[in-house]
């Protein structure tokens, strides 16, 4: 029989409640014993971890957030709070722990599984930032919410025949702005990984006014060189000769704070599922990640450090749309 525990760390994301209760049910399922930590590396440090059966799991499926509580924890980047993490899990007699997170978190249990403890990882965050994966939990359904508030914006913007920036999430990766602005029809996207000139911007803006379009749609990662309040000072200047009137929106968290939808659910259960697999199969040291369609482990040695590329693809397809 083996003993497992389970935590979330860094941004909570939409699904991380759905990973645990499955991490738990399929350990349970195999005989296992169970356990919560909470409040992330935090609770692994100063021994904040409690079993958990298929009960204390339950109704948790359908909601946001997470039941375990999540932080970022400077003690543990330094090698002696990952030793007395370690430490603490030993004295309990814990055999192996799965991370749900996202790049610091993982960053983390590469870190913990170098110095010899057996560490699964979970890929969650509303960034879809990591390698490893080509989706990550959360990111779904943060996407629908920057969705709706854009279909929203969309219709205040043509009553007043006003442009809207709406900045999202993503501080290195803009998979949300740029799926946001494909989906919801803007005519233009700004990246942290596309260097952009904010004179293409408003030359664009000039134009469609000048087309007659009732509105415009500008969604703007917030790690991209110029994001909303770059993008709004320097439009202040240049207000003469847009148009359009501008007003910014920044979504912020709202974006994470969501019910998880359909498939975050189901990529969490089947997240859940792989990391007790692995475990039992002794392979430590790996991310479960979801790659064409199946379930995969890669080694937290090839992702860390990394940060997934944008589409080409879709940056083109969104130039063809805008
Ligand atoms: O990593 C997820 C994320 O939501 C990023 O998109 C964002 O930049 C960051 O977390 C915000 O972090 P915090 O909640 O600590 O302000």
């Known amino acids: 029989m083996k003993r497992v525990a389970v935590l979330t760390s860094g941004g909570d994301a939409p699904g991380m409640n759905a990973a645990i209760r499955s991490v738990v049910r399929c350990g349970v399922s195999k005989g296992w014993d169970m356990y919560g930590v909470r409040k992330g590396y935090a609770g692994l440090i100063s021994g904040n971890i409690q079993q958990l059966g298929t009960r204390d799991v339950g109704g948790i499926l359908n909601k946001g957030g997470t039941i375990l509580g999540s932080a970022r924890c400077e003690e543990f980047k330094t090698e002696e709070g990952r030793l007395k993490a370690i430490r603490g899990l030993s004295q309990m007699g814990i055999d192996a722990l799965v991370v749900i997170g996202g790049n610091g978190s993982q960053t983390g249990s590469y870190l913990l599984s170098e110095l010899g403890f057996p560490v699964v990882g979970i890929a969650s965050t509303i960034d879809n930032d990591l390698t490893g994966t080509e989706m990550t939990i959360g990111v779904d359904t943060a996407?629908?919410?920057?969705?709706?508030?854009?279909?929203?914006?969309?219709?205040?913007?043509?009553?007043?025949?006003?442009?809207?920036?709406?900045?999202?999430?993503?501080?290195?990766?803009?998979?949300?702005?740029?799926?946001?602005?494909?989906?919801?029809?803007?005519?233009?996207?700004?990246?942290?990984?596309?260097?952009?000139?904010?004179?293409e911007v408003a030359e664009s803006l000039r134009l469609a006014y000048e087309h007659g379009k009732a509105h415009a749609i500008i969604v703007v990662a917030e790690g991209a060189k110029y994001n909303?309040?770059?993008?709004?000072?320097?439009?202040?200047?240049?207000?003469?000769?847009?148009?359009?009137?501008?007003?910014?929106?920044?979504?912020?968290?709202?974006?994470?704070?969501?019910?998880?939808?359909?498939?975050?659910?189901?990529?969490?259960?089947?997240?859940?599922?792989?990391?007790?697999?692995?475990?039992?199969?002794?392979?430590?040291?790996?991310?479960?990640?979801?790659?064409?369609?199946?379930?995969?482990?890669?080694?937290?040695?090839?992702?860390?450090g990394g940060t997934k590329q944008i589409s080409q693809e879709m940056v083109e397809l969104a130039r063809k749309l805008d």
């Open 143 to 199: 996407l629908n919410i920057a969705l709706e508030a854009i279909d929203r914006l969309k219709v205040t913007a043509s009553s007043h025949q006003r442009a809207f920036l709406i900045e999202v999430m993503g501080r290195k990766c803009g998979y949300i702005a740029l799926m946001a602005g494909i989906a919801g029809g803007a005519e233009y996207i700004l990246l942290p990984e596309v260097e952009t000139d904010p004179e």
């Open 228 to 304: 909303a309040e770059a993008l709004t000072n320097y439009f202040e200047k240049h207000k003469d000769r847009l148009g359009f009137k501008i007003r910014a929106t920044i979504l912020g968290h709202v974006q994470r704070g969501g019910d998880p939808g359909a498939f975050d659910r189901i990529l969490a259960s089947r997240f859940g599922n792989g990391a007790i697999e692995a475990i039992d199969r002794g392979e430590f040291g790996v991310l479960v990640g979801l790659n064409k369609g199946k379930i995969t482990t890669t080694p937290l040695k090839d992702i860390v």
